[in-house]
């Protein structure tokens, strides 16, 4: 059974999406009617195609991973435990970034800060980085509960 890969999904529609909003900004600047509000909207995608994109990459063991040294120095048992500590520090990190843009959106929710031009709540851009926060750490507790477990998860695709 295939996967749905949701963090996929979202980024190849939100790029796409920010290619045909650039390019209609292109046409109207050529044609001396330039649009004031596509700056900001192909920012916003931006910002969420780079954090979808980051959370299927790290899913999918597409992020670099330096493990020579791991596998030169380490046995079997050494991996292991590295791998578990590589995922309480990811999973820290996550948990870190989660909270911060959850804070963060609060704060300019409370305030009512908005994009100049659009008028758009600027917690449009910062849902995303609350987005990749937990679903990289839900999978960083998983990959870490199966390097707990024994499980090889190197030679499954994970990104332990």
């Known amino acids: ?6 963090d996929l999904i979202v980024s190849s529609i939100v790029l796409v999406a920010m290619t045909v909003v650039i390019l209609i900004q292109i046409v109207f600047r050529l044609m001396g009617r330039p649009l004031s509000w596509t700056e900001e ?11 979808a994109g980051s959370s299927y990459a790290f899913k999918n063991g597409g992020l670099i991973r330096v493990d020579f040294f ?7 048992r050494g991996r292991r435990i590295t791998d578990i500590a590589a995922m ?3 999973t820290a990190y996550f948990v870190l970034l989660g909270v911060s843009a959850a804070t963060y ?8 800060q908005t994009y100049p031009i659009t008028k ?9 980085l609350i987005y990749c926060g937990l679903s990289c750490c ?4 998983k990959e ?12 499954k695709g994970g990104n332990v």
């Open 105 to 112: 959106m609060q704060m300019t929710i409370n305030k009512g």
């Open 41 to 51: 909207v192909a920012r916003w995608m931006l910002v969420w195609a780079t954090f």
């Open 120 to 128: 758009v709540p600027y917690a449009i851009t910062l849902i995303s």
């Open 138 to 141: 839900i999978f960083a507790v």
């Open 88 to 90: 309480v520090f990811m």
């Open 70 to 76: 791991v596998k030169k120095l380490f046995k079997k």
């Open 144 to 155: 870490g509960w199966k390097a707990y477990r024994c499980e090889d998860t190197q030679e």
């Open 1 to 6: 059974m295939k996967k749905f890969h949701f």
